[in-house]
């Protein structure tokens, strides 16, 4: 495994962390799940990513069972808050007492008395950015929170934040987690730039494209058994990316992965690595093979020529567009 520094921050974590979405206590069993976390464990991943909201907290309680029992400290683990976790108007959003509570129910389900990063898993547009940042600011002097990060947040609300918890003395945001994959690079013209103004390094999810980029959804042909696209809720997700001229033209990436002696999870994964902006890739996983397979793509290099052909091959079919990063309105 590799490390990098979390932006400009001291912390260091592994430059491929291993995610929960979908899988912990919903997609795969729980046995399952432990075997994903222990074979990350093996393969030298110290990051571990999660959120209240996956599987409504069951993901977090399946992750700190499967933790139990290693070093605390030699560990890194980042959850979020925004997404409703209950019925009540403020089980949800970026209040004071939404994080608060949100914060230590994590805490309770993970099984640990700190996270190293906690996360504003989207903007809240009906709370005072104040609000949010003093709010995060008190986990942190509390310890309950190392540091503290965002998710999906557009440049111009990153510049404010860091803005005002300058202004207001507080503890600034050193990371940021959108999307980002060979197809959707939409945080490359703007989310970026202003990242690194900022010192802020991004943690990047769903960099093979939920599964697309290993080349296993073939076009024209049902997906296969078991798979994400089958999943009533993963298949909702997965389905922006399940367009026949998107599958076509990853099927032409095949032999670019083997002639550069990787496997197409492995091509994707080290594609986003190779952009220093980025601090980690997470990668999400329903079965322990798939966890070895793709982090074998940590400290591989991809050449000029190499990066320069997937372009030539994907084309049109790459999302580059600022305005698709967004998060809601009003608070779901
Ligand atoms: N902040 C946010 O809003 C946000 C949103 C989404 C995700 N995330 C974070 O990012 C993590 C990763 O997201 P993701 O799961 O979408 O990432 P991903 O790595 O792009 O996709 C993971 C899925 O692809 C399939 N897969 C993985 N490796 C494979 C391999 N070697 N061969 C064949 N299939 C393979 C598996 O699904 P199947 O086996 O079921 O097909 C696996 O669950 C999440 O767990 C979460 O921590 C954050």
Same mark, same amino acid.
């Given at each position: ?6 932006? *400009? ?18 997609? +795969? ?22 959120? %209240? ?52 129910? =994590? #805490? ?19 709370? @005072?950015?104040?609000?949010?940042? $003093?709010?995060?600011? %008190? ?8 540091? +503290? ?6 440049? %111009? ?20 987690? @959108? ?5 959707? $690079? ?8 202003? =990242? ?11 960099? +093979? ?32 990316? #399940? ?23 492995? #091509? ?6 190779? *952009? ?15 966890? $070895? ?7 591989? $290099? ?31």
């Amino acid at each position: 495994m590799e490390f990098r520094h979390l932006g *400009n921050s001291g912390l260091v974590i592994s430059e491929i962390a291993y995610g929960n979405w979908l899988t912990h206590g919903s997609q +795969i069993e729980e046995d399952a799940a432990t075997a994903c976390v222990h074979a990350a464990l093996d393969e030298g991943i110290t990051t571990f990513d999660t959120a %209240d909201v996956y599987a409504q907290g069951r993901a977090e309680e399946v992750l700190g069972r499967a933790l139990k029992g290693q070093r605390r400290d030699g560990l890194e683990i980042l959850s979020k808050v925004y997404w409703p976790v209950g019925p009540g108007k403020n089980d949800r959003g970026l209040s004071r007492k939404h994080i608060v509570r949100g914060c230590e129910a =994590s #805490l309770r389900r993970l099984g640990t008395d700190y996270l190293d990063l906690y996360q504003a898993h989207r903007f809240d547009y009906e709370t @005072p950015l104040e609000e949010t940042l $003093r709010a995060f600011d %008190d986990l942190v002097r509390q310890g309950k929170v190392c540091y +503290i990060g965002v998710s999906e947040w557009r440049a %111009d609300e990153i510049e404010r934040a860091l803005k005002l918890a300058d202004e207001m003395g507080l503890d600034r945001i050193v990371s940021n987690q @959108p999307q980002y994959s060979m197809l959707w $690079r939409v945080i490359e013209s703007e989310v970026i730039p202003a =990242s690194r103004r900022g010192g802020l390094g991004q943690i990047v999810f769903s960099p +093979i494209a939920q599964g697309v980029l290993t080349g296993k959804y073939r076009p024209g042909q049902e997906a296969p058994a078991g798979s994400r696209a089958t999943d009533e809720t993963g298949g909702r997700f997965i389905s922006r990316f #399940l367009e026949d001229d998107v599958l076509e033209r990853v099927q032409r990436l095949v032999p670019l992965a083997e002639e550069a002696g990787l496997t197409m999870a492995q #091509l994707a994964v080290a594609w986003v690595l190779q *952009n220093e902006a980025v601090s980690a890739a997470i990668i999400g996983a329903s079965r322990p093979e798939q966890v $070895r397979d793709n982090a074998a793509a940590a400290g591989k $290099r991809l050449d000029a020529d190499l990066m320069r052909r997937i372009d030539e091959v994907l084309g049109d079919s790459i999302r580059r567009d600022p305005a698709l990063t967004v998060s809601p309105e009003q608070r779901p």
